[in-house]
Protein backbone atom coordinates (compact mmCIF):
# COMPACT_ATOMS: atom_id res chain seq x y z
CA UNK A 1 0.00 0.00 0.00
CA UNK A 2 2.99 2.22 0.95
CA UNK A 3 4.02 2.38 -2.85
CA UNK A 4 0.78 3.30 -3.87
CA UNK A 5 1.09 6.03 -1.89
CA UNK A 6 5.05 6.94 -2.73
CA UNK A 7 3.59 7.02 -6.73
CA UNK A 8 0.99 9.36 -5.42
CA UNK A 9 3.78 11.43 -4.21
CA UNK A 10 6.12 11.22 -7.30
CA UNK A 11 3.51 11.94 -9.13
CA UNK A 12 2.14 14.98 -8.01
CA UNK A 13 5.86 16.66 -7.27
CA UNK A 14 6.96 15.70 -11.03
CA UNK A 15 3.36 17.10 -12.58
CA UNK A 16 2.03 19.30 -9.89
CA UNK A 17 -1.55 20.11 -9.86
CA UNK A 18 -2.35 24.01 -9.73
CA UNK A 19 1.07 24.81 -10.41
CA UNK A 20 1.78 29.23 -10.92
CA UNK A 21 0.91 31.93 -9.80
CA UNK A 22 -2.37 33.89 -9.98
CA UNK A 23 -2.62 37.10 -12.08
CA UNK A 24 -4.83 39.01 -9.00
CA UNK A 25 -4.98 36.83 -5.98
CA UNK A 26 -6.89 37.93 -3.13
CA UNK A 27 -3.99 37.09 -0.74
CA UNK A 28 -0.89 35.83 -1.04
CA UNK A 29 2.21 34.00 1.13
CA UNK A 30 5.23 32.46 0.59
CA UNK A 31 6.82 30.11 3.20
CA UNK A 32 10.36 29.41 3.60
CA UNK A 33 12.25 26.66 5.77
CA UNK A 34 15.16 27.30 7.09
CA UNK A 35 16.60 23.81 7.01
CA UNK A 36 16.52 22.83 3.80
CA UNK A 37 15.72 26.26 1.69
CA UNK A 38 12.17 24.42 0.17
CA UNK A 39 10.09 27.77 -0.72
CA UNK A 40 6.51 27.96 -1.63
CA UNK A 41 3.94 30.68 -2.40
CA UNK A 42 0.07 30.15 -2.38
CA UNK A 43 -1.71 32.93 -4.49
CA UNK A 44 -5.65 32.41 -3.19
CA UNK A 45 -8.53 34.16 -4.83
CA UNK A 46 -11.03 33.75 -1.80
CA UNK A 47 -15.06 35.41 -2.69
CA UNK A 48 -17.69 35.10 -0.45
CA UNK A 49 -15.49 33.63 2.44
CA UNK A 50 -14.48 30.90 -0.11
CA UNK A 51 -11.45 29.71 -2.06
CA UNK A 52 -12.50 29.87 -5.68
CA UNK A 53 -9.19 29.47 -6.99
CA UNK A 54 -5.45 28.77 -5.58
CA UNK A 55 -2.25 28.23 -7.80
CA UNK A 56 1.12 27.58 -5.99
CA UNK A 57 4.85 27.91 -6.89
CA UNK A 58 8.39 27.49 -5.58
CA UNK A 59 11.09 24.88 -5.16
CA UNK A 60 11.80 21.74 -2.83
CA UNK A 61 11.83 18.53 -2.53
CA UNK A 62 8.99 15.97 -3.89
CA UNK A 63 7.38 15.70 -0.45
CA UNK A 64 6.93 19.30 -0.19
CA UNK A 65 5.57 19.79 -3.99
CA UNK A 66 3.45 16.53 -3.16
CA UNK A 67 1.89 18.12 -0.68
CA UNK A 68 1.43 21.27 -1.69
CA UNK A 69 -0.02 20.19 -5.14
CA UNK A 70 -2.58 17.79 -3.20
CA UNK A 71 -3.52 20.96 -0.66
CA UNK A 72 -4.19 22.61 -3.80
CA UNK A 73 -7.03 20.15 -5.17
CA UNK A 74 -8.06 19.81 -0.99
CA UNK A 75 -9.06 23.47 -0.51
CA UNK A 76 -10.68 24.52 -3.82
CA UNK A 77 -14.64 25.32 -3.28
CA UNK A 78 -14.03 25.11 0.46
CA UNK A 79 -14.64 27.78 3.31
CA UNK A 80 -11.68 29.91 5.21
CA UNK A 81 -13.59 28.41 8.19
CA UNK A 82 -12.42 24.89 6.33
CA UNK A 83 -8.97 25.99 5.25
CA UNK A 84 -8.26 27.10 8.84
CA UNK A 85 -9.79 23.84 10.35
CA UNK A 86 -6.91 21.87 8.33
CA UNK A 87 -4.30 20.14 10.39
CA UNK A 88 -0.99 18.04 10.05
CA UNK A 89 -2.71 15.20 10.11
CA UNK A 90 -4.62 15.96 7.38
CA UNK A 91 -1.72 16.84 5.20
CA UNK A 92 -0.08 13.37 6.43
CA UNK A 93 -3.28 11.57 5.69
CA UNK A 94 -3.03 12.98 1.86
CA UNK A 95 0.25 12.16 1.66
CA UNK A 96 -0.48 8.45 2.77
CA UNK A 97 2.70 7.36 4.15
CA UNK A 98 5.04 8.07 7.27
CA UNK A 99 7.13 11.42 7.78
CA UNK A 100 9.98 11.26 9.76
CA UNK A 101 10.71 14.20 11.50
CA UNK A 102 13.76 15.50 9.31
CA UNK A 103 10.78 15.57 6.71
CA UNK A 104 7.85 16.73 8.37
CA UNK A 105 8.44 20.60 8.06
CA UNK A 106 8.97 20.16 4.39
CA UNK A 107 5.47 18.24 4.39
CA UNK A 108 3.80 20.79 6.43
CA UNK A 109 5.40 23.62 4.63
CA UNK A 110 2.75 24.14 2.24
CA UNK A 111 -0.02 24.36 4.89
CA UNK A 112 1.82 26.92 6.60
CA UNK A 113 2.12 29.32 3.28
CA UNK A 114 -1.58 28.72 3.23
CA UNK A 115 -3.31 29.24 6.35
CA UNK A 116 -1.04 32.46 6.79
CA UNK A 117 -2.54 33.35 3.70
CA UNK A 118 -5.93 32.64 4.93
CA UNK A 119 -5.51 34.19 8.10
CA UNK A 120 -4.16 37.47 6.47
CA UNK A 121 -7.05 37.67 3.99
CA UNK A 122 -9.45 38.02 7.27
CA UNK A 123 -6.85 40.21 8.92
CA UNK A 124 -6.39 38.12 12.11
CA UNK A 125 -3.15 36.84 13.54
CA UNK A 126 -1.72 33.52 12.72
CA UNK A 127 0.01 31.05 15.82
CA UNK A 128 2.57 28.65 14.26
CA UNK A 129 1.51 26.09 16.87
CA UNK A 130 -1.39 25.81 14.65
CA UNK A 131 0.41 23.43 12.39
CA UNK A 132 1.69 20.97 15.05
Not at 72 to 92: C, F, I, W
Request: proline content about 3%; some cysteine.
Amino acid sequence: MDDLYQQNILDHSRHPRNSGRLEHPTVSYEAVNPLCGDKLRFDLLIEDGTVKDVLFSGRGCAISQAAASMLTEEVKGKSLDEVRALSKNDVLELLGIPIGYTRLKCALLGLKALKVGVYRAIDEEWDEDELF
